[in-house]
């Protein structure tokens, strides 16, 4: 035999080995496809059994987010209605507070409006009683007495009669600061003077000349006076000085449109003090410790 023959038996053995190979890759194959076709199905069944469940409500995953929002909704809420219970409390605290200094502050401002009327209706007592004193040591009374003349019957050819013009009714229509000016001024004229001697000024030819007067500045700006350069405010400690070298601890009570009024430390009575008073230097005003 020659060496390249083979037995029959054996070319069919071969054949079949291969087309068994063959079916076996084939049906591999077929499985391949069908797991996987199945893991697809099996999966696709999941998911809409999932949403089926979210549907309902019954989703553990969404029961455990859902009570996750709950707490924290819960716990927002119970922040929001701590906040508003203590914004509340502020609110009225600060209601109460606001309230109370509102009645004080009016009860002060009534009673320091009761205080300036009172002073300022005293101080035109006094200027009234002043002023009718003057008049009377002066002569001039402010009461016209009806004065009883004998009425005859006029002639034919007398002259008309003249009407009486020595008596005028008073005219009050001065301020106040000019009122207490000529005061001063009467009560310097009605003072005992001492004898002149021959070489006093009174009998030396000389011109009528007026003494001249310092003037300081002083006006009043929006609640405050403005005094010598400096700038005085309510409830300021001052020292006030006149023209009788008097000097009085005072402090200053209100600040008006034309005059201040300051109130002694020793008896607490007040005073009104004018604008030209200042000026004039009728009055001098000094800073001094409130200690």
């Known amino acids: 035999f020659s060496s390249t023959y083979k037995p029959p038996f054996t070319s069919l053995f071969t054949d079949t080995e291969d087309a068994s190979e063959t079916d076996l890759a084939k049906h591999d194959e077929d499985d391949y496809v069908e797991i996987k076709?199945?893991?697809?199905?099996?999966?696709?069944?999941?998911?809409?059994?999932?949403?089926q469940q979210l549907q309902e409500g019954t989703l553990q995953e969404y029961q455990k987010r859902m009570k996750k929002l709950d707490q924290q909704y819960k716990e927002r809420l119970?922040?929001?209605?701590?906040?508003?219970?203590?914004?509340?409390?502020?609110?009225?605290?600060?209601?109460?507070?606001?309230?109370?200094?509102?009645v004080k502050e009016f009860d002060d401002?009534?009673?320091?409006?009761?205080?300036?009327?009172?002073?300022?209706?005293?101080?035109?007592k006094k200027m009234i009683e002043s002023e009718k004193l003057t008049m009377e040591l002066?002569?001039?009374?402010?009461?016209?007495?009806?004065?009883?003349?004998?009425?005859l019957r006029r002639r034919p050819n007398d002259p008309v009669p003249i009407p009486d013009k020595r008596r005028k009714p008073l005219n009050y229509l001065l301020?106040?600061?000019q009122i207490m000016e000529d005061l001063r001024t009467l009560n310097k004229l009605k003072s005992p003077k001492r004898p002149a001697s021959p070489s006093s000024p009174e009998h030396m030819p000389?011109?009528?000349?007026?003494?001249?007067?310092?003037?300081?500045?002083?006006?009043?700006?929006?609640?405050?006076?403005?005094?010598?350069?400096?700038?005085?405010?309510?409830?300021?400690?001052?020292?006030?000085e006149s023209k009788e070298n008097t000097?009085?601890?005072?402090v200053i009570s209100s600040v008006g449109t034309n005059e201040i009024w300051v109130r002694k430390t020793s008896d607490s009575t007040k005073m009104r003090i004018?604008?030209?008073?200042?000026?004039?230097?009728?009055?001098?005003?000094?800073?001094?410790?409130?200690a």
């Open 175 to 177: 301020t106040d600061e």
């Open 247 to 250: 000097k009085i601890s005072c």
């Open 206 to 240: 000389t011109t009528p000349m007026e003494a001249p007067t310092q003037r300081f500045e002083a006006r009043i700006e929006e609640g405050k006076l403005y005094y010598d350069k400096r700038w005085y405010h309510k409830s300021q400690a001052i020292y006030l």
């Open 138 to 151: 002066t002569g001039d009374s402010m009461e016209v007495k009806p004065i009883m003349t004998r009425k």
């Open 274 to 290: 004018y604008l030209g008073q200042l000026q004039r230097g009728a009055f001098v005003i000094r800073r001094r410790s409130a």
């Open 37 to 51: 076709e199945q893991m697809y199905q099996d999966k696709l069944a999941s998911l809409k059994r999932q949403l």
């Open 78 to 102: 119970r922040n929001a209605d701590l906040f508003l219970q203590l914004e509340t409390e502020q609110v009225e605290r600060n209601y109460i507070k606001e309230k109370k200094a509102a």
């Open 109 to 124: 401002k009534k009673v320091e409006l009761k205080e300036n009327l009172i002073a300022e209706l005293e101080e035109k």
